[in-house]
């Protein structure tokens, strides 16, 4: 196949825009993670994440960024408490823009005509 061919070929492939919009999430996740740790001088890789409120440690599957938000409908499964709407916007604002990024890195490439 032809790098052109290829590239037509990514571009229609719902799995790589998926990808893409899932790599975004996870980068909007660990922004989160900066955003909240970095100014209070903490780790961004430990310890794990917790529940403002009660300090409950979030499990693997309630940190799956946007998913579990929406799931969970922003509260700690522990204690119930609200999260901040702030991750659920971070997250889905670094969804978009690795679309967009994407996409305009296609325009770029001449790959969506």
């Given at each position: ?69 929406l ?7 522990a ?35």
């Amino acid at each position: 196949m032809s790098p052109v061919g290829l590239l037509d070929a990514i571009v229609v492939s719902p799995v790589v825009w998926g990808a893409v919009a899932v790599l975004g999430a996870a980068l909007g996740s660990f922004a989160n993670v900066c955003i909240l740790r970095i100014p209070a001088g903490q780790s961004i890789v430990r310890p794990r994440s917790r529940c403002g409120s009660c300090a409950a440690p979030i499990a693997w599957y309630d940190n799956l960024p946007i998913v579990s938000f929406l799931a969970r409908r922003g509260r700690c499964r522990a204690c119930g408490a609200n999260f901040s709407p702030r991750y659920l916007f971070v997250e889905a604002a670094a969804l978009l823009l690795a679309v967009a990024t994407f996409e305009l890195c296609l325009t770029i490439l001449g790959a969506d005509e």
